[in-house]
């Protein structure tokens, strides 16, 4: 801890609970101008303002005084979202993402969790992406079929994921690569496929964009293919999609079964598809239009058939430190230097597991996928 107040923790703080500098100074009663000037360290706290922003924030006085040993750099910080999001939300993105990261933090101090396993990968032509990952599926010997689970995965890759409320509607994740990655979803109205697609976007980014600043149409199509690649392997689904096709017109029931089998969108089969030399620019151009039209751009008729992964590392491991260690939420906040309501904020409960074909997360290091 310093004896100096921490601005930069105080915007962070604020942002996470997407919060304007107006709407925080209306509460603990100073202009915007002021808390501003806190922020950017010109300007000093008096004890009852602390206090009023402490109520306001849900963090313990401690928070605002100590430095993040783990700090983060904006090439560390990847976003799938629209290209055209507003700053103002994707810096509300990242400051949850951020708390995330520090309560994950804790919880690598207490508990063993899967050992990091990402590799870098070739992003210098759209051949050593795919062979990216082609070599990420043969590490953790997934074979060439559909994946059954993508987010149980990515959490034995050695990256924590967690879901998300209050993340804007325009950002579907976020991840941070840190020496613990992390991948916030948005968990507001996102089908499976796209919860699905979202992470396999983070871990393209986490191979491909190792001290890359992302966020332009270049890397954010990288992240696309490394994912779709990732997803629809070329060497078995290359000819699978052809199901697609009836002659020389889109295959709709067989779109939908290809669906069902790899758990990607429909528009993600049409985009993969084409990709791979086995749809034309007519027949995808059409099958987009036809999404449309049909009310399925964002939501298709077959997304209720799919079931939601759920994450587990971070509610297993929130388990093991009350069950086995003895560490209540309360001692998990104050290590956090915040007050256990917000811990509620960042750990969405999670549904009912459902069944799977791969096997659970805290059981030996050596264990598959």
Not at 126 to 147: D, M, N, S, V, Y
Request: hydrophobic share 40%.
């Amino acid at each position: 801890m310093t004896n100096v107040f921490l601005g930069t923790n105080l915007r962070l703080i604020r942002l996470f609970h997407g919060l304007s500098l107006a709407d925080l100074g209306d509460r603990v009663g100073v202009s915007k101008q002021f808390l501003s000037r806190v922020e950017a360290g010109g300007e000093s706290v008096t004890a009852q303002l602390e206090m009023a922003m402490v109520e306001q924030l849900q963090v313990l006085p401690e928070f605002f005084y100590t430095l993040d040993p783990d700090p983060i750099s904006d090439e560390q910080c990847h976003f799938r979202r629209q290209l055209t999001t507003k700053v103002a939300l994707r810096q509300i993105g990242r400051a949850r993402g951020e708390m995330l990261k520090r309560l994950v933090s804790v919880l690598d101090k207490h508990v063993d969790l899967p050992v990091y396993r990402m590799h870098a990968a070739e992003v210098t032509s759209h051949e050593t992406i795919e062979r990216g990952a082609e070599q990420f599926r043969a590490r953790f010997g997934l074979g060439a079929g559909p994946l059954s689970n993508v987010t149980r995965i990515a959490e034995n890759a050695g990256a924590v994921v967690a879901k998300f409320d209050g993340l804007a509607q325009e950002i579907d994740a976020v991840s941070f690569a840190t020496k613990r990655p992390v991948i916030a979803l948005n968990a507001t109205g996102r089908s499976s496929c796209r919860e699905r697609f979202g992470i396999a976007h983070e871990l393209g980014h986490l191979a491909l964009h190792i001290g890359v600043l992302t966020g332009d149409r270049l890397t954010e199509s990288q992240a696309n293919r490394f994912a779709s690649s990732l997803l629809l392997p070329r060497s078995s689904f290359g000819s699978e999609c052809r199901l697609g096709l009836r002659g020389g017109r889109l295959n709709w029931s067989g779109l939908s079964e290809l669906k069902l089998r790899w758990g990607t969108s429909k528009k993600a089969i049409l985009f993969r598809g084409h990709q791979l030399g086995q749809f034309s620019e007519d027949q995808v151009r059409t099958g987009y239009i036809y999404l449309k039209r049909h009310g399925e751009a964002l939501e298709e008729s077959e997304d209720h058939r799919i079931p939601h992964e759920e994450p587990e590392v971070l509610q297993e491991g929130l388990k093991v430190m009350r069950e086995q260690l003895g560490i209540r939420v309360s001692a998990i906040a104050r290590q956090m230097g915040v007050q256990p309501a917000l811990l509620d904020l960042i750990v969405k409960r999670p549904e009912e597991a459902l069944g799977t074909n791969v096997v659970p997360l805290f059981g030996s290091k050596d264990a598959g996928l």
